[in-house]
Every structure is written in structure tokens, then in C-alpha cells.
């Protein structure tokens, strides 16, 4: 019996030291406030120097999908090349230094080109492609929402002026890198989903000729 018991009282002062360790770990892990994530997620405009990232679009209209493509962004620097997927094979691409773009077939024959500006008027989700340009983007909305969940911290982002849309960032618990980028206007949603991507690593400048 008194070594039953001791058994008892070993266990119970495991669990005891245990439950104060995780307390005083959950004592030493800030909460992430809404200023934290803005100002680590405005960091990234002077740290990215090259991302490589797939990624994968839905566009739906009052919640039914309309559309889903996939693409693979490279940008380093200023450049930036966007290739358009299907089945993992690239289907057309296209090369910018963000004053023209200049749109290729899969062989490499010219399509057209056109001014940058012009371009991204076009799409839906213009966010994709202003990565390490968040300071301005946070300059000309008002931060509506942030979030803390599982998934990561969630921006939610409106237009100071002008055009009325929703514009939101789900950042990445680690780094506060978007992971996810959302733009809602009028019915129409455009959902951006960020694959496999690296951050700062070697880009070949071959690519972007």
C-alpha cells in the first residue's frame, strides 16, 4: 500500500512540475498584437530579395467557383516571371521589369506586350504581384480586422478611397509571409493560395531574358 501510494505521489509531482513548465512557456510566448504583424509583415519590403512560389487561383461569384488556374511566380528584384500551369506543364509565360510585360507562348513566341500598370488592371487579384510593396498597400487601406487563428494571422484590409473591396493576408505563423491572399469586390472572389515557396533564395537571372 505505502508504495502504491508513493507511486501516487510521484505521478502527481510529475504532473505538477509538467503543468508549470507549460505555464511558464505560455507566460514567455507574447501574444501577437495587430501592430506586431503589421510591422513584421511591412519588414518584408526591404528583405525580399527573390521568391519563388506556386500558386494556385480560384475565382468564384457569390460563392459559386467560376474558375481555377495555376501559376508559378519567380521575382527577382524588380523582374518577374509569371508562368501559367496546366497538369504542371507551362502552357504560356510572361516576363516584367513592372514597366512592360511582354507575354510569350510555351515556345517562346512573342504574344504580345503591353505597360505593367495596364496589365494589372486586368486582374483580379492584383496583390499577387506587389510582394515587398506592403507598406504602400497598408498606405492606402484601413486594416478592418486582424485575426489570430491556427492557419496563421489574418489581415483584413478595405480602401481608403475609391473602389469599395476587401482585401485580405493570411500571414504565416513563422515569418508573417502571406500564404494566402484574398480579394473580394462586388460578388466576385478572387482566393490565392502560395505553394512550395522560398523566400530569398537562388534565382538564375537567365530566366528572365
Same mark, same amino acid.
Given at each position: 500500500?505505502?508504495?502504491?501510494?508513493?507511486?501516487?505521489?510521484?505521478?502527481?509531482?510529475?504532473?505538477?512540475?509538467?503543468?508549470?513548465?507549460?505555464?511558464?512557456?505560455?507566460?514567455?510566448?507574447?501574444?501577437?498584437?495587430?501592430?506586431?504583424?503589421?510591422?513584421?509583415?511591412?519588414?518584408?519590403?526591404?528583405?525580399?530579395?527573390?521568391?519563388?512560389?506556386?500558386? =494556385?487561383?480560384?475565382?468564384? %461569384?457569390? /460563392?459559386? $467557383?467560376?474558375?481555377?488556374? %495555376?501559376?508559378?511566380?519567380?521575382?527577382? /528584384?524588380?523582374?518577374?516571371?509569371? =508562368? #501559367?500551369?496546366?497538369?504542371?506543364?507551362?502552357?504560356?509565360?510572361? $516576363? #516584367?521589369?513592372?514597366?512592360?510585360?511582354?507575354?510569350?507562348?510555351?515556345? /517562346?513566341?512573342?504574344?504580345?506586350?503591353?505597360?505593367? =500598370?495596364?496589365?494589372?488592371?486586368?486582374?483580379?487579384?492584383?496583390?499577387?504581384?506587389?510582394?515587398?510593396?506592403?507598406?504602400?498597400?497598408?498606405?492606402?487601406?484601413?486594416?478592418?480586422?486582424?485575426?489570430?487563428? &491556427?492557419?496563421?494571422? $489574418?489581415?483584413?484590409?478595405?480602401?481608403? &478611397?475609391?473602389?469599395?473591396?476587401?482585401?485580405?493576408?493570411?500571414?504565416?505563423?513563422?515569418? %508573417?509571409?502571406?500564404?494566402?491572399?484574398?480579394?473580394?469586390?462586388? /460578388?466576385?472572389?478572387?482566393? #490565392?493560395?502560395?505553394?512550395?515557396?522560398?523566400?530569398?533564395?537562388?534565382?538564375?537571372?537567365?530566366? %528572365?531574358?
Amino acid at each position: 500500500m505505502l508504495k502504491k501510494s508513493r507511486h501516487i505521489l510521484t505521478y502527481l509531482i510529475v504532473m505538477l512540475l509538467s503543468i508549470t513548465v507549460f505555464a511558464n512557456e505560455n507566460k514567455s510566448k507574447p501574444q501577437i498584437t495587430k501592430e506586431t504583424a503589421v510591422k513584421k509583415f511591412i519588414e518584408w519590403d526591404k528583405q525580399l530579395n527573390t521568391l519563388d512560389t506556386f500558386y =494556385e487561383q480560384e475565382t468564384s %461569384f457569390e /460563392g459559386t $467557383l467560376i474558375s481555377k488556374t %495555376f501559376g508559378h511566380l519567380i521575382k527577382l /528584384g524588380q523582374n518577374i516571371r509569371l =508562368e #501559367t500551369l496546366e497538369e504542371g506543364k507551362i502552357t504560356q509565360y510572361a $516576363l #516584367t521589369d513592372k514597366e512592360i510585360i511582354h507575354i510569350f507562348s510555351e515556345k /517562346g513566341n512573342m504574344i504580345m506586350q503591353m505597360p505593367w =500598370e495596364s496589365w494589372q488592371k486586368s486582374q483580379q487579384n492584383k496583390a499577387l504581384f506587389d510582394f515587398g510593396n506592403y507598406e504602400k498597400i497598408l498606405e492606402n487601406h484601413k486594416i478592418e480586422n486582424f485575426e489570430i487563428s &491556427e492557419n496563421g494571422y $489574418l489581415l483584413v484590409l478595405t480602401p481608403k &478611397e475609391g473602389e469599395i473591396y476587401t482585401l485580405s493576408f493570411l500571414l504565416n505563423k513563422h515569418n %508573417f509571409f502571406p500564404k494566402e491572399i484574398n480579394l473580394s469586390n462586388e /460578388g466576385v472572389t478572387s482566393k #490565392t493560395t502560395l505553394q512550395k515557396t522560398k523566400i530569398n533564395k537562388n534565382v538564375s537571372k537567365e530566366i %528572365f531574358k
